[in-house]
């Protein structure tokens, strides 16, 4: 079945940039999405890519998709505390459903 | 802008108890799923709801798990006779036409005592 990993921990200084990977087994995902997870709360949508695209930047976040690879990273520019928190990589296929990674938590200290 | 909505936020059930987590998904969308996460641990696909029926399902989503759509607008997910391993949160999520990015709620905290 289809199987979503990413590295568990990442620790960044305030002010650097952090890049979170993720590597994907399914080659018919569709869409490669990232979510932010704050303790206790929910789900929150950050940023999407289509398959068909290599880069996708929206203001502090850059996606990269490496399609061959199977290889998605998100890169935050100038990480600020209120980054911390996990961030999920997921894929989705032409089923619909989404495969979700393990999460990576990350750490910002000051 | 549209969100999907879940309620309640958090419940607690006694073990053997039948609970019912209710979710209204954005308006004019068509494909509606269910995911839980156990805490600390991924989250993880339960099943997918299209056209009125289930569409996908895992193996988590036993005889324990029913699904329905009662009324157009809600999208309800049922545990019969609920385990302590039940607890955990529960996200729905659901899909416009064109199949594009999936929309998730904020989750049921449940709890099973």
């Known amino acids: 079945g289809e199987d979503v990993e990413q590295s568990l921990f990442l620790s960044v200084r305030e002010g650097d940039s952090s890049v979170i990977n993720c590597t994907y087994t399914?080659?018919?995902?569709?869409?490669l999405y990232w979510y932010k997870q704050e303790p206790g709360a929910g789900l929150q949508l950050l940023t999407y890519?289509?398959?068909?695209?290599d880069m996708k930047q929206d203001q502090r976040l850059t996606v990269l998709l490496n399609k061959k690879d199977k290889h998605l990273s998100l890169r935050i520019a100038d990480t600020q505390t209120g980054d911390s928190a996990i961030y999920f990589c997921a894929e989705r296929g032409n089923a619909g459903k989404s495969t979700f990674g393990d999460g990576t938590t990350l750490t910002v200290k000051p | 802008e549209p969100e999907v909505t879940q309620t309640p936020s958090h419940q607690v059930t006694q073990m053997g108890q039948e609970v019912i987590l209710r979710c209204v998904p954005i308006?004019?969308?068509?494909?509606f799923y269910w995911y839980r996460q156990i805490l600390g641990q991924k989250v993880e696909f339960l099943v997918s709801f299209y056209n009125n029926e289930i569409s996908e399902k895992s193996e988590i989503f036993d005889d324990q798990f029913s699904v329905e759509r009662p009324d157009g607008s809600n999208f309800t997910l049922k545990i019969r006779s609920t385990k302590l391993e039940d607890s955990a949160m529960y996200f729905c999520?659901?899909?416009?036409?064109?199949?594009?990015?999936?929309?998730f709620g904020q989750g049921t905290r449940l709890t099973v005592v």
């Open positions: 999520a659901s899909i416009p036409q064109g199949n594009t990015e999936a929309f």
């Open positions: 890519i289509f398959s068909n695209m």
């Open positions: 399914d080659s018919s995902s569709t869409y």
């Open positions: 308006s004019n969308h068509l494909y």
